[in-house]
């Protein structure tokens, strides 16, 4: 452990790493914990009104390592004026930055807010293809075609894309499966760098691939490890059932053969026709992996469910041979070591859920901190790409958080994601 000492505030010093005892609202830096790098931010933690700070020699620079406890009397520092500002401006100053946060907090759930309603909106819409593929296939077909041309559109407009990890109950339940598989499956097409007339295909079968399941019993729509090879042959069934739906809907060849091969295998594993390699075709292989990773994280009993990092190192280290591996390459950088939905410990200890994810730069997602301190429905977002001192130390299951934390961050019992445009935190350099 890091053990830390209570210094006046007038032993502040360049390369002293703190940590500020106080909630976000009440200071203006990206995180409670971080080394002292200018006379600058010296200046503004005078001017919060502390007369003490918690210092953690292990972490600071080697020669401030003696400074002595705020029992010590040490000559006060004469810090410059910060902005350009006198010492007692600073308060304001601090008033503004609290502002700021607030009105980035109100942006961040906006936006949450907007993700959530178009995938709870792209649930409603297949429910309502779902409805009526029987009797008018033709009217379910324009249905998806129009649900995943939007969804394409915004992603091809987007330039770098955000992957989104949702709020807890969103969208209808039963259309959470296809939606999720379209919504990755063309982050991930994307990310292989398909155009947009395949992305469209692929979203289209992406979207349809379980949709001869209505055509089972609900008590045969999921397998299980203890199904009866008879109920086992059956439930295989769904896949010429959609392969059926599909062409009375009127769907390209490239649909009808992305769904009749979803569960074909790169090693020749899956069925109906044990496939192997690049007999599957790109669509294929995208939809294949992508069903088994949303399954493995939002299995039909919950218990079974793994974290997404768990579900990510299970394919890459026991079923890496089933995937394509230029596709399963591509799927692990776009979504990072640490997928949203990941709870994960940093190094400063603290708990957190991974919340974000940009497609270009993965390795430092966005996540929310567990803070004791802050309300948890005003727990900001906290970018570790703002933070290079501040990383993942491991991920967690999350049976293995303390109580307080897990009612804090409140681990998805389903994880669905949704995509928005990747915003630079700073505009000036969004403009260069």
Not at 12 to 33: A, E, K, N
Not at 119 to 126: H, K, M
Not at 242 to 253: F, H, P, Q
Not at 354 to 373: F, G, Q, T
């Amino acid at each position: 452990m890091n053990s830390s000492i209570l210094i006046d505030i007038s032993q502040l010093r360049i390369g002293m790493y703190i940590q500020l005892d106080v909630g976000w609202m009440h200071h203006p830096f990206p995180t409670s914990s971080f080394r002292v790098a200018s006379t600058e931010q010296i200046a503004t933690l005078r001017g919060l009104g502390l007369t003490e700070v918690r210092y953690i020699p292990k972490k600071s620079d080697p020669a401030l390592k003696e400074l002595v406890p705020a029992a010590w009397s040490v000559p006060e520092m004469v810090a410059p004026p910060a902005n350009g500002l006198d010492a007692p401006g600073a308060p304001a100053a601090v008033d503004l930055e609290a502002l700021r946060r607030r009105q980035l907090l109100d942006a961040q759930n906006k936006a949450l807010a907007a993700c959530n309603q178009r995938f709870a909106e792209a649930t409603r819409q297949y429910q309502a293809l779902e409805r009526v593929v029987s009797e008018l296939p033709d009217q379910a077909r324009d249905k998806g075609v129009a649900l995943v041309s939007g969804c394409v559109s915004e992603l091809l407009e987007n330039g770098d894309s955000v992957i989104r990890l949702l709020s807890e109950g969103v969208g209808e339940r039963n259309a959470l499966h296809p939606v999720n598989v379209m919504v990755i499956s063309l982050l991930l097409g994307r990310a292989l760098g398909m155009k947009s007339e395949e992305l469209q295909d692929l979203g289209v079968a992406a979207l349809i691939h379980d949709l001869g399941k209505i055509k089972l019993p609900p008590n045969l729509r999921q397998p299980t490890p203890s199904m009866p090879l008879m109920e086992r042959s059956r439930y295989e069934t769904h896949v010429a059932e959609s392969v059926a739906l599909a062409k009375r809907m009127g769907m390209s060849d490239a649909v009808l053969l992305a769904v009749a091969r979803h569960h074909e295998m790169a090693d020749g594993s899956g069925f109906p026709q044990r496939l192997a390699g690049a007999d599957l075709g790109r669509s294929s292989q995208v939809l294949a992996l992508v069903n088994r990773y949303d399954r493995m994280c939002n299995p039909t009993v919950g218990v079974d469910a793994l974290t997404p990092h768990e579900a990510l190192s299970v394919i890459f280290a026991q079923l890496k041979a089933r995937f394509d591996s230029v596709v399963l390459g591509a799927f692990i950088r776009m979504m990072g070591v640490y997928p949203p939905g990941s709870i994960v410990q940093l190094v400063n200890d603290r708990y957190a859920i991974v919340a974000s994810v940009n497609s270009s730069r993965p390795l430092r997602p966005k996540v929310i901190v567990h803070d004791s301190r802050v309300p948890k429905d005003e727990a900001p977002i906290l970018d570790l790409e703002t933070v290079p001192e501040l990383g993942i130390r491991r991920s967690l299951k999350p049976a293995q958080l303390p109580r307080d934390a897990l009612d804090y961050l409140s681990p998805r019992q389903r994880i669905c994601y949704f995509f928005e445009r990747a915003v630079s935190p700073d505009p000036e350099e969004a403009e260069s």
